[in-house]
């Protein structure tokens, strides 16, 4: 006979009380029609009995209300935190229990997760199952090769003749969705999702959403800064998107959205508490479960104090007792402290060791439960499984996953050896890191991210803080090459909080960490975000290693970089002349990363337009990196390139032509002929065939470097901007500005996203744009962009740069000519 629960749970437990609860959604439920958002909020303490409200909820609607559509989320799963994951999630789970085609957010999704990972393939192994047949997966081909997007339509055009119809009633732009960069995208997803939805439903349904454990989009935030920002997703963008669909919510805390977010929100927020269950409901339920002295059922509902959790506990506790005999009033604990120790004095010790062993992993499968028994020798049969989660405090998801309620957790917690507890944790970490050893980073699925959540999470218990950080750099290295940017982001930043408070705030790895979190936020363009990071970890760089140290120099040259890209040239300066003066300090003139600074440096000063300065740099990095490096190595050829580019800029062509042939020459054999950096010297190739008045050379190579840029670092990158730039330009030297005109276009709308308004860049697409509608003949459309353009270079590289000398020339020429031409009216 297996130990364990095995006979004495007897049938399910009677749900009593929460009537004005339920009351409060029989009427939400009548109401429901007159309001363009409704959401249902109930709020209580841990254990208060919010998830079992919320399945009476469901059950009403199942047993009632058969018509309404529902479905159901728990945050409690980490993965379901985020607007795509949770809309997969959603989209899984009404197609489990309906038969609905979500047709606009399958391609809308696809896109969007391929913008998030342009390198990682979409297969079945790492991107979430879509059951639309072989229709979706001939636009998944497309999407990996980044085809162009009249083939998706080529696809939707030749399919059944329901779903052709249906792309052409929603009428959804994929051309300017491929266009889009992630970040919008998921701000449309709800939008997509809701449109399917309600397609399917018809107008005059209705549809209940269900989330749970809401209070979970907070772990493990510790400061006031930024609260709103972790429910933002679905206040104001998952629910304003999905009008019509009525949302049930609970939490632990009440929400503050009228307060401190919107005051629009009290005509469709309706909150209630859930309190303690009153007395007669106590005894009710206690009687339904078979508890039949009364003096028994007083002192369990005095001991729990009117709370589920600990009535259903106790009752765990009476059926345990009952087993062997007749349980008496002795028997219970008199407060809720005491109802855990009274239950776990009835359980024999193979039990308790097993339950102290699961409450360590945040939740576990048979598989894991099988080995965690082995290996910590509860000497609980591997057999009782079934019996074991039949304890009121297990929860059971519907993909095999079992939980232990956090209150029991908590206090298996304290009543667990510390150092026992710790050396499981050091398991799971151990368990966990492996399956994230030799990850392909083009092979990266959802079970990898979810494995690293989990190992984080055992890391953060059996590590001490700067091991913890040493280890995250390691094991998250293959998602940063991925650009899995978002999902390491808020581990760093955790680490960062761990540091400072268990370290100290001016410790050298907290400096680590925050370059670590600025290098993230500026790879993701969040440049505001990344500048105070830098600043800081320089600052404590600084103090803790001295000002001479190569440390210093690598933030220095990071934050050099990230004010570069921000068009602060002035302020990028003298922080790569600092790194320049420390790297060739303290590693020598001829050291790799002196010529990696020199390089910089003379690419900003050709930037500011001061050639003379870049060109000896260039050829002293140059001069370094083929001595120590090799002349084939692909840091030669990015000097090569710039150099050339130099050349190219003093007019000196014949000098720039054979570089940019050697540079394309190295790239190619080392990098690949699909390498963004043969994309650049392709790019600028082209672009001296232009300036030699070779167009017909120039052309293929600019259209191949577009291609590449596009299908590699997305549509939406700023490098596209310039091939798209820079090929627009050659259109209208060509006398073909139909051609011209759209490319101008989309460059500009790119580099205002993404490098903001006031961008250098943005002023040089103005100019040439501006230059294009002079050659039209339509100078009412050039003046304003030439204005636009001479305001940003003045202001940004000064009145004496050769950008804002010739802007300003074409400006005051078009004035000229407009003048002439009112004069000869």
């Not at 709020?43 to 909820?57: F, M, R, T, V, Y």
């Not at 151990?430 to 991210?449: G, T």
């Not at 960490?513 to 600052?539: C, F, S, V």
């Not at 050829?637 to 062509?653: K, V």
Request: with cysteine; proline share 5%.
């Amino acid at each position: 006979m297996p130990i364990g629960p095995t006979t004495y749970f007897g049938k399910e437990r009677v749900f009593v009380d929460r009537e004005a609860c339920i009351q409060t959604f029989r009427e939400n439920i009548q109401n429901s029609g007159n309001l363009e958002y409704n959401v249902l909020f109930y709020h209580g303490i841990a254990g208060i009995g919010k998830s079992k409200l919320q399945k009476e909820l469901q059950k009403i609607l199942d047993e009632e209300y058969p018509e309404i559509f529902w479905a159901a989320i728990d945050l409690n799963t980490k993965t379901y935190r985020e607007v795509g994951t949770f809309l997969i999630a959603l989209r899984n789970k009404i197609q489990e229990k309906y038969k609905a085609k979500f047709y606009l957010f399958n391609i809308a999704h696809a896109i969007y997760w391929k913008k998030l990972h342009p390198e990682i393939p979409l297969l079945e192994e790492n991107y979430p199952v879509i059951k639309e047949g072989k229709f979706f997966s001939k636009i998944i081909d497309v999407l990996n090769e980044f085809g162009p997007t009249r083939l998706i339509w080529d696809i939707i055009n030749n399919a059944p003749d329901n779903i052709k119809r249906y792309y052409k009633e929603q009428a959804i732009d994929i051309n300017k969705l491929v266009s889009m960069e992630a970040p919008e995208i998921e701000k449309l997803l709800p939008g997509f999702f809701a449109a399917d939805f309600t397609s399917y439903l018809g107008t005059n349904s209705k549809a209940y959403i269900f989330i749970d454990t809401y209070e979970a989009l907070w772990d493990g935030l510790r400061e006031k800064g930024g609260f709103h920002e972790k429910d933002e997703w679905i206040r104001e963008n998952l629910i304003p998107n999905m009008k019509g669909v009525s949302w049930v919510i609970c939490g632990r805390d009440e929400l503050l959205w009228v307060p401190e977010c919107d005051e629009d929100w009290k005509m469709y927020l309706e909150q209630h508490s859930v309190d303690e269950l009153p007395e007669r409901y106590c005894q009710e339920f206690l009687e339904d479960c078979g508890v039949e002295n009364k003096d028994i059922r007083n002192i369990i509902i005095k001991a729990s104090e009117g709370v589920p959790y600990y009535l259903n506990l106790s009752v765990d506790t009476y059926e345990k007792i009952r087993k062997n005999r007749q349980p008496v009033s002795e028997d219970f604990g008199k407060t809720q402290k005491e109802i855990f120790n009274t239950f776990v004095k009835y359980l024999n010790d193979n039990e308790i060791r097993a339950l102290k062993v699961l409450s360590v992993p945040n939740s576990w499968d048979r598989a894991l439960f099988e080995i965690l028994m082995k290996e910590f020798d509860s000497g609980y049969p591997a057999g009782a499984f079934s019996e074991l989660i039949k304890f009121s405090f297990i929860k059971k998801d519907t993909d095999g996953k079992c939980s232990v309620h956090q209150l029991m957790r908590k206090s298996l917690k304290e009543f667990h050896d510390p150092t026992d507890r710790k050396n499981i944790h050091k398991y799971l970490l151990d368990f966990y890191s492996k399956k994230l050893e030799n990850i392909d980073i083009k092979e990266i699925i959802p079970e990898h991210e979810n494995t690293l959540t989990e190992a984080f999470y055992h890391a953060k218990e059996s590590l001490e803080a700067e091991e913890l950080c040493e280890w995250f750099i390691s094991v998250s290295n293959p998602f940063y090459r991925a650009a899995f940017w978002q999902l390491i982001s808020p581990f760093y930043e955790e680490i960062l909080q761990i540091l400072e408070v268990n370290v100290s705030p001016e410790h050298l790895l907290v400096g680590v960490t925050l370059n670590y979190l600025g290098i993230l936020y500026t790879n993701m363009g969040e440049y505001e975000k990344a500048l105070p990071l830098y600043q800081r970890a320089l600052e404590i760089i600084e103090k803790v290693l001295g000002p001479q140290h190569p440390s210093v120099a690598t933030t220095l040259n990071n934050l050099a970089g990230l004010y570069e890209s921000m068009g602060e040239y002035e302020k990028a300066l003298p922080l790569y002349q600092r790194a320049l003066d420390i790297r060739e300090k303290v590693l020598g003139p001829q050291h790799p990363s002196v010529a990696t600074t020199l390089n910089n440096l003379a690419g900003l000063y050709e930037s500011m337009g001061e050639y003379e300065k870049a060109l000896p740099l260039y050829q002293r990095a140059l001069d370094i990196r083929e001595k120590v490096l090799g002349p084939q190595h692909p840091d030669v050829a990015t000097t090569l390139n710039n150099l050339a580019g130099l050349y190219r800029q003093m007019g000196e062509y014949e000098k720039a032509l054979p570089l940019y042939q050697r540079d394309l020459e190295i790239s190619e054999k080392v990098l690949g002929p699909q390498h963004p950096d043969v994309a650049t010297t392709l790019n600028n190739l082209a672009g001296l065939y232009e300036s030699m008045g070779e167009y017909e050379k120039a052309l293929p190579l600019y259209q191949r470097a577009l291609d590449i840029r596009e299908k590699v670092l997305g549509p939406q990158h700023p490098d596209v901007a310039t091939t798209l730039n820079n090929l627009a330009g050659l259109y209208r030297q060509m006398g073909e500005y139909e051609k011209a005109l759209p490319l101008y276009q989309r460059a500009l709308d790119i580099r205002e996203k993404v490098l903001g308004p006031q961008h250098p860049d943005v002023a040089t697409t103005l100019n040439n744009l501006a230059g294009l509608y002079e050659s039209m003949g339509e100078y009412e459309k050039a003046l304003p962009l030439y204005q636009r353009a001479l305001e940003i270079v003045e202001k940004k590289l000064g009145p004496k740069h050769p950008n804002t000398v010739t802007i300003k020339n074409n400006y005051n020429f078009l004035i000229s000519e407009m003048s002439e031409g009112d004069e000869e009216k």
